[in-house]
């Protein structure tokens, strides 16, 4: 079955960028969405379509794709963020949501 | 105002069946999607399935078909999941979610969720 890989964890400093990458074979063909979720919610869409970014999410998320591979990117990280993020897309045939193993993101 | 609101939390043996709802408001129910999300204790988002409630078109992960149902009441505007026979593996939160458009597969709402506990 298909999959999204997601390195287990991040960690950076407060005012630094965060990058959290997802890796799939159909991610050239299929758009990427990003969620954020905090303890004890649940998970709010901060990216759609690779790189669009949902009214009332603030600029410092962004999103882009490059082949296979597709990246969210947290500039001047505060501790907010603090978080699991996870990457959402489908199969090839799009027939099949598949979300990827999360990312947990840690604010030093 | 978009809301799916969930049914309570759960504490069932394993064997027993179980039904959660999800009712939708604030929009046409039967115009959209909406689909179910498992979260194990301490683990990711796993996708289960999807209902479209104006024809009940109804599509499950390759990972839940066979051991789910999922349906629909359009008069009350309300999805449900089901289980016949409840595991102590079925123990996690489940959330059900709708795409911000008809024909999109990405989720802008959430329910709250709803934490079944299965457990003898």
């Known amino acids: 079955s298909y999959e999204l890989t997601q390195p287990p964890s991040v960690s950076v400093s407060p005012g630094q960028t965060a990058r959290i990458t997802c890796s799939g074979d159909?991610?050239?063909?299929?758009?990427a969405y990003w969620y954020q979720q905090k303890p004890g919610q649940a998970p709010v869409l901060v990216i759609y379509k690779d790189s669009e970014r949902p009214s009332g999410i603030p600029e410092r998320f962004s999103g882009s794709s490059s082949g296979t591979t597709v990246t969210l990117t947290i500039s001047g990280v505060q501790a907010e963020d603090e978080a699991d993020y996870y990457c959402q897309s489908a199969d090839s045939s799009g027939t099949n949501v598949v979300f990827g193993g999360g990312t947990k993101l840690t604010v030093l | 105002e978009v809301q799916l609101v969930q049914s309570g939390a759960e504490v069932k043996k394993p064997g027993e069946s179980l039904k959660i709802s999800c009712k939708g408001s604030?929009?046409?129910?039967?115009?959209?999607?909406i689909g179910w999300v498992r979260q194990m204790p301490g683990k990711g988002l796993e996708w289960m399935g999807i209902i479209y409630p104006g024809d009940s078109d109804t599509r499950y992960s390759p990972s839940f078909q066979g051991q789910v149902t999922i349906s629909a009441d359009k008069s009350i505007s309300t999805a449900y999941l089901q289980w016949s026979s409840l595991k102590a593996s079925d123990t996690a939160m489940y959330y059900c979610v709708r795409p911000r458009n008809g024909g999109d597969n990405y989720f802008d709402y959430w329910g709250q969720g709803t934490l079944v506990t299965v457990s003898s």
């Open positions: 159909a991610l050239p063909k299929q758009y």
């Open positions: 604030g929009y046409s129910f039967t115009s959209y999607w």
